[in-house]
């Protein structure tokens, strides 16, 4: 089938196959995929843009082997170690992100899970943040189970962040402290109690194209409504360090692909956005309709009232907490 059939099929509510997939990875003309991911993003998405931020509340020490991670304690990274973070500065950044409109706000722990001693406290920052802000509130705190996701719930959380971070087929060869099955646990648990699941993957660490195709259609099948998409920006001192960057074509035609493949989910620019700035405009053509902002994790980020004006400037309205 050909571009064209293939979008037609989709807009007219009917879903994409995996040999359908592979065809649009391997036609020619590129410019047609773009513009075909945009149409359907627009279709099923509309033209508002989600905006979230993320706060390192818990930094290093990280039991976990994940070859692309500079938190792991099983590399040479040298970055800043620090336990669960106050509430007093929490607040700040919330605050911060508050004023400026973004419409989510995170808390990112490492670790292969926080404790209940650690959540506990972490609990009556997301009261503050609560209390304080209108920001819709978000986690990201590793394979926790039930009863700690129902907490959060309980909190005011409404998403649990929970990377696949790449193919199930390809996942072994990246990690091995923890399973795929494991995360897909977790995010199920997480759906279970009421909460909805962010979750996405990094592209450019070794997989193929069909493997990106592979966790797009897991992703799909689990029910994530909101997928990162980040670009490896690999880390010296990690086993990812020196890692062949992904070319401009492979990096849109991916972004095309996860809109062919999730025609109303959130695709969201996350991590290795200095990577690919020089093509984000069409990143957002091609099926971009959300993003991460402002620094993240272990590297810079983006500049807010900047990446404001871009995302309007491409025609979108914000979704904004105010």
């Known amino acids: 089938m050909s571009i064209l059939s293939i979008k037609e099929n989709i807009l ?15 036609s020619q003309d590129k410019e047609l995929l773009y513009k075909s991911a945009g149409e359907i993003r627009d279709t099923f998405a509309g033209k508002k843009f989600d905006t979230c931020s993320i706060l390192n509340a818990r930094s290093g020490k990280c039991s976990e082997n994940c070859k692309w991670c500079s938190q792991s304690v099983h590399h040479n990274t040298n970055i800043e170690v620090y336990d669960v973070i106050s509430s007093k500065e929490a607040l700040e950044v919330a605050k911060q992100n508050d004023n400026y409109g973004v419409n989510r706000f995170s808390l990112v722990t490492s670790g292969r899970a926080l404790d209940n001693m650690r959540l506990d406290k972490l609990l009556k920052v997301y009261d503050d943040i609560r209390s304080n802000t209108k920001l819709h509130m978000c986690a990201s705190m590793g394979l ?15 998403h649990y962040h929970c990377n696949l971070e790449t193919a199930r087929s390809f996942f072994p060869n990246l990690c ?34 069909e493997q990106r195709i592979e966790m797009a259609f897991e992703l799909k099948q689990i029910g994530v409504k909101s997928i990162p998409l980040n670009i490896l920006n690999p880390i010296e001192g990690t086993p990812m360090e020196g890692t062949t960057p992904l070319t401009d074509d492979e990096v849109l035609t991916t972004i095309a692909l996860f809109r062919f493949i999730n025609p109303d989910a959130n695709l969201r620019f996350a991590g290795g956005r200095n990577i ?14 959300s993003a991460l902002v402002g620094d993240l994790l ?20 914000l979704e904004k907490n105010k």
């Open 12 to 26: 007219k509510g009917n879903q994409i196959s995996f040999d359908e997939a592979i065809e649009l990875y391997k």
């Open 144 to 158: 926790l189970n039930r009863d700690q996701l129902q907490k959060l719930k309980d909190r005011g959380v409404e």
């Open 176 to 209: 091995s402290t923890h399973t795929y099955d494991e995360k897909v646990e977790t995010i199920k648990m997480a759906q279970e109690v009421g909460l909805k699941v962010c979750s996405g993957g990094i592209m450019g660490m070794g997989e193929t194209m």
């Open 276 to 289: 690919i700035k020089h093509i984000e405009d069409k990143a957002m053509q091609a099926g971009i309709n």
């Open 298 to 317: 272990t590297t810079i980020g983006s500049d807010v009232k900047t990446d404001f004006k871009k995302f309007e400037a491409a025609g979108f309205s």
